[in-house]
Nanobody
């Protein structure tokens, strides 16, 4: 069992930055591949970024490439999402998730989910 708790969301102006954190507890965090997803009101959950268990491989949604960076610190059992140049379309509830299988964009491949943190971007 892995418990995930996100933090770092908030209100930011367009063009601004935020860093989200996802703290994990429970079974060995360093063996899990991690992902960030987001869901805006009335929309489907969508993949944002993922990182493999070593931190050596990453995936990104095309629209966030060059603006968002996913990273992890296995000593701190934490995964991060640094978000820059935010636009109103980035506003959503952001959730982290842990996958025991390979790094993936597919929500159904993730075993554990956090509750999410709200990101609001004002224009």
């Amino acid at each position: 069992q892995v418990q995930l708790v996100e933090s770092g969301g908030g209100l930011v102006q367009a063009g601004g930055s935020l860093r989200l954190s996802c703290a994990a507890s429970g079974r060995s965090f360093s063996t899990y591949n991690m992902g960030w997803f987001r869901q805006a009101p009335g929309k489907e959950r969508e993949f944002v970024a993922a990182i493999n268990w070593t931190g050596g491989s990453t995936l990104y949604k095309d629209s966030v490439k060059g603006r968002f960076t996913i990273s992890r610190d296995n000593d701190k059992n934490t995964v991060y999402l640094q978000m820059s140049s935010l636009i109103p379309e980035d506003a959503a509830v952001y959730s982290c998730a842990a996958a025991s299988r390979g790094i993936t964009r597919l929500p159904r491949s993730y075993d554990y989910w956090g509750q999410g943190t709200q990101v609001t971007v004002s224009s």
